[in-house]
Nanobody, 126 residues
Framework: QVQLVESGGGLVQSGGSLRLSCAASGFSLDYYNIGWFRQAPGKKREVVSCISSSDGSTWYADTVKGRFTVSRDPAKNTAYLQMNSLKPEDTAVYYC???????????????????WGKGTLVTVSS
């Protein structure tokens, strides 16, 4: 069964850290771009970070740049999102998605036809 499963969410105080995991099964992440998205209550889903399948290049939204780090571990077929210096405005359901590279090095694009996880909730208290 092809699926992505996120884990690592939870409740953390402002300034704290969490590491989200995105474990793939039924397929290899090696051939896919991996995107991390979030959706806060009442807001549209937004892409926060991604890592390219071709050269491992990464991209970050301005709102998380310098605080979040995306990575992948091919041996574990898992991607990660390390989140540091968390802020209350980072509170959201976080999703990972995998998609073929459709836009060259622009790994923040695509995912409409990709594989999505069900999300993990991150709550940052002030």
């Amino acid at each position: 069964q092809v699926q992505l499963v996120e884990s690592g969410g939870g409740l953390v105080q402002s300034g704290g850290s969490l590491r989200l995991s995105c474990a793939a099964s039924g397929f290899s992440l090696d051939y896919y771009n991996i995107g991390w998205f979030r959706q806060a209550p009442g807001k549209k889903r937004e892409v926060v970070s991604c890592i390219s399948s071709s050269d491992g290049s990464t991209w970050y939204a301005d709102t998380v740049k310098g605080r979040f780090t995306v990575s992948r571990d091919p041996a574990k077929n898992t991607a990660y999102l390390q989140m540091n210096s968390l802020k209350p405005e980072d509170t959201a359901v976080y999703y990972c998605a995998a998609d073929y590279s459709r836009y060259g090095s622009r790994c923040e694009l695509g995912y409409g036809a990709g594989i999505w996880g069900k999300g993990t909730l991150v709550t940052v208290s002030s």
